[in-house]
């Protein structure tokens, strides 16, 4: 060993033994770090067979009609996914409509407005805002935001909106204050945090030079923010608003307290609905036979509707890199 | 190296010690299923421990859930708020029997009246539940209370979200005192409600019912108590206006006709009687006749006779119905058949 390290000796060190060892060395590592990989794949694909097999005998019994129906009644046993999918979709929209704008400002608030001493506690604040437990969410949903939207909120957008041709319709009574856009609501806070953190992230990505020109040549804060945070950060904007609308249709438990849990369909987005989440977290432990069979095929729903989310995103990022 | 093996000497004497400590008890008993019974079985449980050692362990999951454990045999007994049929009884070689009552109670919350103010009959509390009567003054309303003032506004119709046994109970019962709410609803543990708006659990239900005025709706009789929530009176089969009490929940029970039915399938809803609660409720225990380990299920047996026998006192205390005696005899009489008990 000493004689090594002199390096005097080298004809006792076996070479090709020791780049034997180190190859194969690289291949376990190669195949252990493939095998990690391979078991998300693997994961992903064996949760879509047992939410297939399962769903099997609703498709086998009501066929594609399924995707269709609009009544959910275990006395007759007959499902139908139209409720609850319809409410999963407004739900997330309008949370989406309510938290893209606000934390678009926000993030352009912190990145370019913001006084330093500000910054860091109004970042923290967002992170643990991020933190908190969904069920967090539904309680102060349904002790706080309900009872206001009862007294305050709903009886006066029903007699303000409400009173309008054609969009009325959507603000009808009844409002006995959980709904869709309570649950809403409810989304669009939580998803808050997470659309910040990425668009305040991506906007820090712009290089100062490009800013610092705009601002150079008299560009106003709105003007930087419309024509050159936005435009430059496209992709990441898109990423992070898809990352928040994943998380709000498949959120459960704050929504199934809030949202009210009715699955007759209903035009009004105020009155009560359901969600596929709420409708599978509220019903599945005494569900049996067929009406299970239906829970899952709306789980299988969900998935398909979050996969299509994550594929349209990826092609949005995708045609946004030709600017 | 070391480390590795005072780690293996360490594993071999812990697995030792505990096969020891298992051959001195018996294996646990287990149980999953009904949460309605849960809180009541619980108490058994502690109670029997204390008396023999023997630890039986429930876990709360739902009636549903419960019944698919016991089909995958990972638990000894299932219970249930909903029997199960004869046909998927008889299909998979198990047996039932009621181990618990309790009531269902309509619950308000209006402005001026006053708990136990209101009486209701059960085309009236369907039609309200169908949507038809939607307003507190209705007619048919006031001619059943002519002395409570009634104000005009909306009702708003409260449920349960959740798939539950209040929710079957409570459903068919208007099944059976309304032949439209039957063809038009039906009953199970969760409904395609014509009208109102659900709150999880009994918790969310009470909850929703003290925050929205003029709102209805059904909870187990202890929420009832434990909330001081308002309550109805009710008219029942034989015509009469009765009080939810544990009298009269247990004057439903012991009116059922459980010795003429197969399997103990009663429900106790819109029961004969003078002093019968017409919206009472049970929870059944289900067992496999002929078990993988006998002991096990000789064991769950000897738990529910000693609930039958020494557990009354915690019911009530819970605002639970202890299965009267008359019908406790007739269940631990079938066990012979059923079970091949002594």
Request: aromatic share 10%; proline share 5%.
């Amino acid at each position: 060993m000493v004689d090594a390290t002199n390096g005097a000796d080298f004809s006792r060190v076996d070479v090709a033994s020791i780049t034997k060892t180190f190859k194969l060395q690289d291949r376990i590592f190669f195949f252990m770090t493939l095998a990690s990989a391979a078991l998300v794949v693997l994961m992903l694909l064996a949760i879509l067979v047992v939410l297939v097999i399962d769903a099997l005998p609703t498709f086998q019994t009501f066929g594609l009609s399924f995707l269709w129906g609009t009544v959910w009644s275990a006395p007759t046993d007959h499902y139908g996914a139209v409720p609850a999918v319809l409410g999963t979709l407004i739900s997330s929209l309008i949370a989406m409509l309510i938290a893209v704008p606000l934390s678009f400002g926000i993030a352009i608030f912190l990145t370019e407005l913001c006084p330093g001493s500000l910054r860091r506690p109004i970042g923290t604040a967002i992170e643990l805002l991020a933190g908190v437990p969904s069920i967090i969410y539904g309680i102060v949903g349904l002790f706080v935001l309900v009872p206001l939207m009862q007294l305050y909120i709903l009886p006066f957008l029903i007699a303000t909106i409400g009173q309008v041709p054609v969009i009325g319709y959507l603000f009808q009574p009844p409002a006995p204050g959980v709904g869709l856009l309570t649950a809403s609501l409810v989304l669009a806070i939580m998803v808050l945090p997470f659309i910040t953190a990425i668009t305040r992230d991506v906007f820090l990505t712009v290089p100062p030079m490009l800013r610092e020109s705009a601002y150079g040549m008299g560009m106003t804060t709105w003007e930087v923010a419309r024509n050159i945070l936005i435009p430059y950060t496209r992709r990441g904007l898109v990423g992070g608003v898809m990352l928040g609308l994943g998380r709000a249709l498949g959120e459960t438990m704050a929504v199934t307290f809030v949202v009210g849990s009715v699955t007759r369909l209903q035009a009004s987005i105020i009155s009560p609905s359901t969600t596929i989440s709420a409708q599978i977290a509220n019903t599945f432990g005494e569900a049996d036979g067929l009406q299970l069979s239906s829970l899952i095929a709306l789980g299988l729903l969900l998935f398909i509707l979050s996969f299509c989310v994550l594929a349209l995103a990826k092609w949005m990022i995708g045609r946004s890199d030709s600017f | 190296m070391n480390f590795i093996r005072k780690f293996a000497v360490g594993a071999a004497v812990a697995t030792i010690s505990l096969t020891v400590a298992g051959a001195s008890f018996a294996a646990d008993i287990t149980g999953a299923g009904s949460s309605f019974i849960n809180p009541v079985l619980s108490k058994w449980a502690e109670g029997y421990k204390a008396a023999t050692k023997n630890i039986v362990n429930y876990q709360s999951v739902g009636s549903g859930a419960g019944i698919k454990q016991l089909l995958a045999k990972t638990v000894v007994f299932g219970a249930t708020d909903k029997p199960m049929s004869d046909a998927d009884l008889e299909k998979n070689g198990l047996a039932q029997f009621p181990m618990i009552s309790g009531g269902i109670v309509v619950t308000y919350n209006i402005e001026g009246v006053k708990p136990g103010e209101l009486v209701f009959d059960g085309e009236t509390l369907a039609g309200i539940f169908l949507g038809k009567i939607t307003k507190w003054d209705d007619p048919a309303l006031k001619k059943l209370n002519p002395d409570v003032k009634l104000p005009s506004s909306p009702i708003s119709v409260v449920y349960r979200a959740d798939g539950s046994g209040t929710t079957f109970n409570f459903t068919n019962y208007l099944s059976k005192v309304s032949p439209e709410w039957k063809e038009k609803v039906g009953s199970d543990t969760a409904v395609q409600w014509p009208v109102g708006f659900g709150a999880k659990g009994s918790e969310g239900v009470s909850t929703t019912v003290a925050q929205t005025a003029g709102s209805i709706s059904y909870v187990e009789y202890s929420y009832v108590v434990a909330n001081k929530m308002g309550y109805s009176k009710l008219k029942n089969a034989a015509g009469k206006v009765v009080e939810p009490t544990l009298d009269t929940f247990a004057a439903a029970a012991a009116n059922a006709d459980w010795k003429g039915s197969k399997n103990f399938n009663v429900i106790v809803t819109n029961q004969p009687g003078d002093k019968t609660w017409p919206i009472a409720a049970s929870t059944w225990v289900v067992l496999y006749k002929q078990p993988a380990d006998k002991a096990l299920n000789d064991g769950a047996l000897d738990f529910f006779k000693w609930a039958y026998e020494k557990g009354q006192k915690d019911a009530t205390a819970l605002n639970y119905v202890a299965i009267p005696e008359a019908v406790s005899k007739v269940v631990m009489e079938s066990w012979k058949k059923d079970f091949g008990t002594k």
